[in-house]
């Protein structure tokens, strides 16, 4: 009996000691106590990391939220109804991460990274944790390179530069998603990156928009991170972190990238419920008291990065919705403040037939002129004053008052660059021809033009301009300036063409 006692201790010292340590982990374990809305409440789980990726049988996944000090707070990132108290859970020791790279351009996924739109499985060598430490101030270079979105009221009055955060803000209905959808189309031949994060979208809107980058030749060169009204508020809480790593790493590779985050404010609400469910506590808005930090630690990984690192970009385009033009409440005063300007799109104007609906004065960009080459900087600097004014004296105006000479002159000039600025969804206009579109309007050289007539007037002028001065294009294109000589080429064709242009008109009312 001893004999096999010692047979057998000697067998298992030496399994011990040719047992390979070293390929084998040793994961952390704790059990379910409570499992409700997604939410989980665990045990046992005594060196887990704020953020890290939880395990549980039956390939499914959480992410730790909150530590206490004999509990774990969680939630699912997968639906799952049949999880219940007791179920196993493991700390993975590794932070949610996503495939990235090239085979990502054209598809549309969830914020897991896995493919939806019906296409192959997406499969790649190179993963990116979700969260990242923003770039330093000295890994940063100055915002100076133009972004243009194709929007002429935008490129002229709140220009974009490369590396910018520009706040996109406005009501429900007024068409924050259409200008980001167009700027992403004007993209197309730009060498320009982009990812659209949706967030709490209709399955429909979805595939609207999707079908529109389609039908303009956008997608080829564009990532749609897709989180569904139906889908769980975590999977709507890690989509734009999902949209930031994959756009980070074509950064870090010196491209240019741009991301639309499709509403911050659902993403807001999201990151609320799971906060309430976790019974954090609640502060203003019933919005827990991190709101400010979770956002601006997203926002701050947009940054131009200094030639060291290679010189890539990230523009972001946050979309916030407001509630009866109140841009005084919790989150749109919180987001405002991350950002480099907002653009402000107002009811009243989307309403009264002016599309893009920009109010000039509440619009601004914090990076200015800077962002903006020299061509478009001579043209566009009288256009905001201008229009400013005009604003003033249209609400002097409503009152009834006689109105001298000058008083019209400033009305009449007003409707006409505003006339000149409404802009077709899905048509963007390329900066050399917003250059010159901006040098007539400037000089008011349609004074007498009827107001009704201007938009298709200048449409058919800039046509012909491409036909039989198309080096003007060429000028302004390459040196970024706009000549003397060709604003008098500019002045004297206009001249002629609006000669033909009556002409012709008369023709064929006879």
Do not use: W
């Not at 939880?54 to 639906?79: F, K, R």
């Not at 402000?344 to 619009?363: C, D, K, T, W």
Request: glycine share 8%.
């Amino acid at each position: 009996m001893e004999n096999k006692l010692l047979n057998i201790t000697q067998d298992i010292t030496k399994k011990l000691e040719s047992f390979d340590f070293k390929n084998h982990t040793i994961s952390t374990a704790g059990r379910i106590i409570s499992c409700n809305d997604g939410v989980l409440t665990i045990e046992g789980l005594a060196d887990v990391k704020n953020g890290e990726l939880l395990y549980i049988s039956g390939d499914h996944y959480a992410l730790a939220l909150n530590l206490e000090e004999n509990a774990v707070g969680a939630i699912l990132l997968t639906n799952n109804p049949s999880l219940s108290a007791g179920d196993i859970v493991y700390a993975t020791g590794r932070i949610v991460g996503v495939p990235v790279g090239n085979m990502l351009l054209g598809r549309v996924i969830n914020p897991l990274g896995e493919a939806i739109d019906g296409g192959a499985e997406i499969k790649s060598s190179r993963y990116r944790n979700i969260e990242a430490a923003a770039p330093p101030i000295f890994d940063r270079a100055k915002v100076a390179t133009p972004l243009y979105t194709g929007i002429k009221a935008i490129d002229c009055m709140v220009p974009i530069g490369k590396g910018q955060r520009e706040l996109i803000i406005g009501d429900r209905q007024t068409g924050k998603t259409a200008l980001a959808i167009d700027t992403i189309i004007n993209q197309r031949d730009k060498n320009v990156i982009c990812v659209y994060v949706a967030i709490g979208q209709k399955a429909s809107g979805i595939a609207k928009i999707v079908s529109a980058l389609k039908e303009h030749d956008a997608m080829s060169y564009t990532v749609v991170v897709s989180s569904m009204a139906n889908n769980p508020a975590p999977l709507q809480y890690i989509a734009p972190y999902t949209g930031t790593a994959i756009a980070e790493e074509f950064m870090y590779q010196g491209k240019d990238v741009l991301i639309v985050y499709d509403d911050l404010s659902k993403h807001a609400v999201a990151y609320r419920t799971i906060s309430l469910l976790l019974r954090r506590p609640s502060g203003r808005e019933a919005f827990p008291g991190d709101i400010f930090y979770i956002h601006s630690k997203l926002l701050e990984r947009s940054a131009k990065l200094s030639e060291s690192l290679g010189g890539g970009s990230l523009t972001a385009l946050p979309i916030i919705e407001t509630l009866a033009g109140d841009i005084s409440a919790y989150i749109p005063t919180n987001v405002i403040s991350i950002t480099d300007g907002q653009i402000y799109l107002e009811s009243e104007l989307f309403h009264s037939g002016i599309r893009p609906a920009v109010n000039v004065g509440l619009s601004v960009s914090r990076v200015g002129g800077s962002a903006q080459c020299a061509a478009m900087r001579k043209v566009s600097g009288k256009i905001r004053l201008d229009l400013a004014h005009y604003r003033e004296m249209l609400l002097f105006s409503q009152f009834g008052a006689d109105l001298d000479k000058s008083t019209k002159a400033i009305l009449n000039k007003g409707e006409r660059l505003t006339e000149s600025l409404k802009q077709e969804q899905y048509c963007p206009v390329s900066m050399a021809d917003t250059v010159i579109e901006m040098e007539v309007m400037v000089n008011d050289l349609l004074s007498d033009m009827p107001t009704k007539e201007i938009k298709s007037f200048m449409d058919a002028f800039i046509s012909h301009i491409h036909r039989r001065h198309n080096e003007i294009i060429k000028n302004i294109n390459r040196t970024q300036t706009l000549s003397s000589e060709d604003e008098e080429t500019i002045k004297g064709s206009l001249n002629r063409y609006k000669e033909r242009y009556y002409h012709e008109r008369i023709g064929t009312k006879a």
